[in-house]
């Protein structure tokens, strides 16, 4: 059983779509990270939510901690979005899905 | 600053031999993570430390692989032996006060066992 489940899995979108990728954990958690992996390998957090939502940019995550679901947005994308995006929680443990690989095609 | 430093960035190495790969967390920091990528089994948390005391290494696989900090601006993490099953990507983090706070990603090393 995956402590922490991302949909979809794969997605692909015309630039300038919004895209939304979805995360939802079954452990009681003390944050959620949304990661961006590259395709060069390197991993930059994007955002850390304990509660309600944040914004940076073109991004929106929010997080909804009675349902244990999370969300990132992605408004007007472009190919530079192209990555794969990880949702990760801390709760006793860290915990990890298995990443969303999003393709913006242009 | 310079960021997460780790090195070396690639390293490719016969079953057998002792791999030590090493990371410099941003000065300040008082949190540092390694971590392992796999395609198989994604990101897991090996290991953190809290101003270099290590906290919670219940995710190193096994006795095989141990992790040392130190001081505050320098990490190890060695396999001996290594293993092909050990290829991986070892990335290493650092976040400035708490374990649930933003974490800074370092670059990774590319392990190949052989």
């Known amino acids: 059983k995956n402590e922490v489940e991302q949909s979809p899995q794969n997605l692909t979108a015309q630039e300038g779509e919004f895209i939304t990728i979805n995360c939802s954990y079954s452990v009681g958690i003390s944050a959620l990270h949304w990661l961006q992996q590259h395709p060069g390998g390197g991993i930059v957090s994007l955002f850390m939510?304990?509660?309600g939502k944040k914004k940076h940019g073109r991004l929106i995550a929010t997080i909804n901690i009675q349902e244990k679901h999370s969300s990132l947005h992605i408004t007007a994308s472009h190919p530079r979005d192209s990555a794969v995006y990880i949702c990760?929680?801390?709760?006793?443990?860290?915990?990890f899905g298995t990443g969303t690989s999003l393709t913006v095609i242009p | 600053d310079a960021g997460v430093i780790q090195s070396p960035r690639h390293e490719v190495t016969e079953m057998g031999q002792e791999v030590t790969l090493r990371c410099k967390p941003i000065?300040?920091?008082?949190?540092l993570f390694w971590y392992r990528q796999t395609m198989m089994r994604g990101l897991e948390l090996l290991i953190y430390?809290?101003?270099?005391?290590?906290?919670?290494d219940s995710g190193m696989p096994e006795d095989r692989f141990s992790a040392k900090m130190p001081n505050a601006s320098f990490s190890t993490l060695k396999i001996q032996p290594s293993e092909p099953r050990d290829s991986a990507v070892y990335f290493c983090?650092?976040?400035?006060?708490?374990?649930?706070?933003?974490?800074?990603f370092g670059p990774g090393t590319r392990l190949l066992v052989l």
């Open positions: 939510l304990s509660s």
């Open positions: 000065s300040g920091h008082d949190y």
């Open positions: 983090a650092s976040s400035r006060t708490a374990r649930r706070e933003t974490q800074y």
């Open positions: 430390f809290n101003n270099n005391v290590p906290i919670d």
């Open positions: 990760a929680v801390v709760g006793n443990q860290f915990y």
